[in-house]
């Protein structure tokens, strides 16, 4: 700020001298700019501020309050024991961004990362939602889908709240004027316009269709609504493209036809569920098309099929190339993930595949999409750690009764915990540090047989058991659990606030 000020300055000077040079007798002379006004471009209004002005009530700042574990800096020194005795401290962090109510009793839009730990071993304790007008509300996270970003928040105000409603984003084309509005390095409020410079680009994600646009987009604007001329949300801002952590004019949005049906399904409770066919692939890279003699971007490579899944049980192999789902090419911008993720689950659907250089047609039923945890262990070495939980299952965690977040088994867990291959359970994802499982020293990785007597094989038969418990009034849960190595042991966990 002391630079752009300085800058402020030596204009003003500068403007000063310039007007004592230049003076001319009155009459004499006519200033460049008298009576000027800017014509505006085809199909551009003369001025935004008139939509701006009833588009900003409805724009909203998003701060989090958070806690983070940090490692003692005197931990292993003889000043360990004088600071902490060399334990993990506890530290409070904040973070910020944006997001837009989308009705008059308090729902909001944002994304998953605004309202999500910021750091390994952290976890939001509250999320506070501000208003243009200043007033402030604690928010209820009502869900998240951390695949494609979007989370929706819940406020509770004794008023009807102003609210935005959302465009058709099938419609935007290259060109098109957009403006963004939301909140850059906590600068409320801010209002930034520009062209759509792209429509589905893929960054690297398996659902990536953003919107790309040149309209100023940086840290604190993630969350925030992406308007079409007519007022309408087309895109929920997200991401930057910046090789300084600056706006460089690479902004990037997550379309409405999107995202409209995932905060329809968690704003009504739900997860999200997506298709899936149960392979590993990888894009036809232009070595591997011409390899195979086929065209390049046309297609994806079959690197791997999960057994008993649906790509298994429909006979497709290891080698082929998959170019056709129910009538749908598979490209770049049409991604085999994409487009088998919003088939419905249990369809029957024709998969066109090239094998051998010729094509067949096969028909798989569609699955249930697994976790991205459990993803991630699809194809892995079963030696591989098992201890580091990821960001989204410690936040998970965090908000459990029991302070555990946790998986269903499947075999490649199994296999890669050492277990019994017939073990039945549910497995530790991760822990929350300040819960009663954490100083029981339950840990992830470690398999909960049963609770309360009541044998357990997912997350919504232990919740079943926790409310039992809750119901009956009782502060604890019994639980049976394994770890790889050592005989299985009952464990009673509290309950938080118990």
């Known amino acids: 700020m002391r630079y752009a000020y300085a800058t402020t300055a030596a204009l003003l000077l500068g403007g000063t001298a310039l007007a004592i040079s230049t003076h001319q007798p009155l009459g004499a002379q006519t200033a460049q700019n008298e009576g000027l006004q800017a014509a505006a471009p085809h199909g551009a209004p003369a001025s935004l501020a008139d939509m701006v002005e009833r588009l900003q009530p409805a724009v909203v700042n998003i701060s989090t309050r958070q806690r983070v574990q940090v490692q003692n800096p005197f931990a292993g020194t003889p000043f360990g024991d004088m600071f902490g005795g060399g334990r993990p401290q506890t530290r409070q962090a904040q973070s910020l961004g944006s997001g837009f109510l989308v009705s008059a009793d308090g729902y909001i839009v944002t994304n998953n990362h605004v309202v999500s730990p910021g750091a390994r071993g952290a976890s939001v304790d509250s999320i506070t939602v501000t208003l243009t007008n200043r007033e402030e509300y604690e928010a209820e996270l009502v869900g998240r889908d951390a695949a494609t970003d979007l989370a929706v928040l819940k406020i509770k105000a004794k008023k009807a709240l102003p609210f935005v409603k959302f465009g058709d984003s099938t419609k935007a084309r290259v060109g098109d004027w957009v403006v963004a509005i939301g909140n850059p390095y906590a600068l409320s409020g801010t209002v930034t316009a520009g062209i759509i410079s792209a429509v589905h680009r893929n960054t690297g994600g398996t659902y990536d269709r953003f919107i790309q646009t040149d309209a100023s987009i940086n840290q604190g604007n993630s969350g925030g609504p992406m308007f079409d001329m007519n007022g309408n949300v087309i895109g929920i801002n997200s991401q930057i493209l910046s090789p300084s952590g600056g706006n460089v004019g690479i902004g990037f949005a997550i379309p409405s036809e999107q995202a409209v049906p995932i905060i329809e399904t968690l704003r009504s409770g739900k997860s999200v569920k997506r298709g899936y066919l149960g392979v590993q692939i990888s894009a036809l890279s232009d070595d591997m098309a011409e390899s195979l003699g086929l065209a390049k971007n046309r297609g994806e490579f079959v690197q791997g099929v999960e057994p008993k899944g649906g790509a298994d049980k429909a006979g497709i192999k290891p080698g082929d190339v998959i170019v056709r789902v129910k009538g749908k090419e598979v490209t770049p911008d049409e991604t085999l993930s994409f487009i088998v993720s919003n088939l419905p689950i249990g369809s029957k659907v024709p998969i066109e595949i090239i094998r051998g250089g010729k094509r067949q047609t096969v028909n798989a039923i569609v699955g249930e999409r697994p976790s991205e945890e459990q993803l991630a262990q699809f194809g892995q070495n079963p030696d591989e750690d098992f ?26 867990i199994i296999r890669q915990l050492r277990i019994p291959a017939d073990t039945r359970g549910v ?72």
């Open 387 to 412: 201890s580091q939980p990821g960001e989204e299952d410690s936040a998970q965690a965090a908000q459990q009764d029991l302070g555990l977040a946790v998986l269903a088994l499947n075999g490649n």
């Open 427 to 498: 497995v530790i994802s991760a822990v929350d540090g300040s819960s009663d499982a954490a100083t029981k020293g339950l840990r992830r990785g470690d398999v909960i047989l049963s609770a309360n007597n009541q044998a357990v094989t997912s997350e919504a038969e232990l919740n079943a058991v926790i409310g039992g418990v809750k119901k009956a009034g009782r502060g604890a849960v019994l639980l049976q659990v394994l770890r790889s190595g050592q005989p299985a042991a009952f464990i009673p966990v509290r309950l938080r606030d118990q």
